[in-house]
């Protein structure tokens, strides 16, 4: 498999921008979606933990309450697919265990062998980290998120981050009080209106020198 060349990275990651106007009429491809699933799935996370779950909707009737949640952005009604990113607060033995047992059948480990990486992993969740765990757990949504906007990138899937929310009201409005999982972040995702004057703004960023310290 030939890997992609730095000069084609690079155009990708310079024509991504936080779009502002989607078009209503374009929807992303179920194959196509799928790949971006799967580029979800395939996130990194502490330990492999995996403290997640992402709630993809693409119902107009729950994009219009969640645009009501999101301070009437229109992003929200106007793109193909809308990710909701949520964490679980608290991580029980349970979780533990599940992530073990998946490691176990996916490697081939006698799951017996495990037990030293059980104990590390329960001694840091439940340990000394377990008040922060709640924040970790926020933090790593942003590792998915992150993946999911250069993944979309790199298929000519256009994104846009969005923080501007009410966390609570998405609770609400998607039914997970009774689960274990809440609302960090979410992103809009489709393809870019050909109105939204954003698309050719020129990219603010801090010169490298500001930036890169090397050692």
């Known amino acids: 498999m030939a890997n992609l060349l730095p000069q084609d990275l690079l155009h990708r990651l310079n024509w991504r921008y936080a779009v502002k106007g989607f078009d209503p009429a374009r929807k992303i491809s179920a194959a196509c979606w799928d790949s971006l699933e799967t580029a979800l799935q395939l996130t990194p996370s502490s330990y492999g933990l995996q403290p ?115 966390p609570a009201k998405f609770d609400e409005i998607l039914g997970l009080g009774p689960t274990r999982c809440r609302t960090v972040v979410a992103c809009a995702a489709g393809y870019r209106s050909p109105d939204d004057a954003s698309a050719a703004a020129a990219k603010v960023r801090y010169p490298k020198s500001d930036l890169f310290e090397h050692r």
């Not at 030293?116 to 992993?121: F, K, P, S, T, V």
């Not at 001694?123 to 757990?137: L, N």
């Open 52 to 166: 997640w779950k992402f709630i993809v909707v693409e119902s107009p009737a729950l994009k219009e309450q969640l645009r009501a949640a999101s301070f009437n952005q229109k992003q929200v009604t106007d793109c193909s697919h809308f990710v909701v990113f949520t964490h679980i607060p608290e991580l029980l033995e349970a979780d533990v265990d599940k992530f073990l047992d998946a490691f176990s059948a996916a490697r081939s480990v006698p799951r017996e062998n495990l037990n030293g990486y059980r104990n590390i992993i329960l001694g840091d969740v439940h340990g000394h980290r377990k008040p922060f765990i709640r924040e970790w757990t926020r933090h790593q949504c942003y590792i998915a998120l992150g993946n999911f906007m250069t993944s979309a990138a790199l298929i000519g899937v256009d994104t846009c981050p969005m923080e501007g929310l009410v």
